[in-house]
T-cell receptor, first 118, second 115 residues
Framework: AQKVTQAQTEISVVEKEDVTLDCVYE???????LFWYKQPPSGELVFLIR??????QNEISGRYSWNFQKSTSSFNFTITASQVVDSAVYFC???????????????FGTGTRLQVTL | ETGVTQSPTHLIKTRGQQVTLRCSSQ?????VSWYQQALGQGPQFIFQ???????GRGNFPPRFSGLQFPNYSSELNVNALELDDSALYLC??????????????FGPGTRLTVL
């Protein structure tokens, strides 16, 4: 069975601080995909990134960066110079396990609520 | 903007009633998945439809059912509502062959309250 753990329930930072959101996953599949989504108070999940299990290169997109380490089954997300608009709940998710329908389902962690204050 | 819309935004029902939630996907997105998100939790997979056929189901009872239509719209039906069905229901669509690599784009959700 697949599992995603986001141990940090809530993080509070002051604007311009850097913050890292942790994600640890469990899967028996050799091919799998990892995602990060942002959920602002409006409720809509906003896609941020997708990474496949064969690509361990770190990725940077503006103030966002992701560190994928297969050896520790982690896919951490860092926001540099945080801003108030970054305040939201962030979810890490996992899919995989073949080509049947349930393989493409997303297994989500419980989310990390990020509060950025002035 | 993901191009995925859901209606209604909010809904209040009483225990035992039936409810239908609706989702409209982007044109060309032939896969739709439904998720239930309880307060303070991550979304849980209910089921997926690919080209109008059910293509996988999570651990939800048969009173949760769905339909997908050729015009990229879909429905989630829940019969015999229970108090624990109170949650945010999210629809997600994707373009592809319903593979794990597909990126799912979510709608804003329908908040269902069961009294």
């Amino acid at each position: 069975a697949q599992k995603v753990t986001q141990a940090q329930t809530e993080i509070s930072v002051v604007e311009k601080e850097d913050v890292t959101l942790d994600c640890v996953y469990e899967t028996r599949d050799t091919t799998y995909y990892l995602f990060w989504y942002k959920q602002p108070p409006s409720g809509e999940l906003v896609f941020l990134i997708r990474r496949n299990s064969f690509d361990e290169q770190n990725e940077i997109s503006g103030r966002y960066s992701w560190n994928f380490q297969k050896s520790t089954s982690s896919f951490n997300f860092t926001i540099t110079a945080s801003q108030v608009v970054d305040s939201a709940v962030y979810f890490c998710a996992l899919s995989g396990g073949g080509n049947t329908g349930t393989a493409s389902k997303l297994t989500f962690g419980t989310g990390t609520r990020l509060q950025v204050t002035l | 903007e993901t191009g995925v819309t859901q209606s209604p935004t909010h809904l209040i029902k009483t225990r035992g009633q039936q409810v239908t939630l609706r989702c409209s996907s982007q044109s060309g997105h032939n896969t739709v998945s439904w998720y239930q998100q309880a307060l303070g939790q991550g979304p849980q997979f209910i089921f997926q439809y690919y080209r109008e056929e059910e293509n996988g189901r999570g651990n939800f009872p048969p009173r949760f059912s769905g339909l997908q239509f050729p015009n990229y719209s879909s429905e989630l039906n829940v019969n015999a509502l229970e108090l624990d069905d109170s949650a945010l229901y999210l629809c997600a669509s994707s373009f592809g062959l319903a593979l794990p690599s597909d990126t799912q784009y979510f709608g804003p959700g329908t908040r269902l309250t069961v009294l």
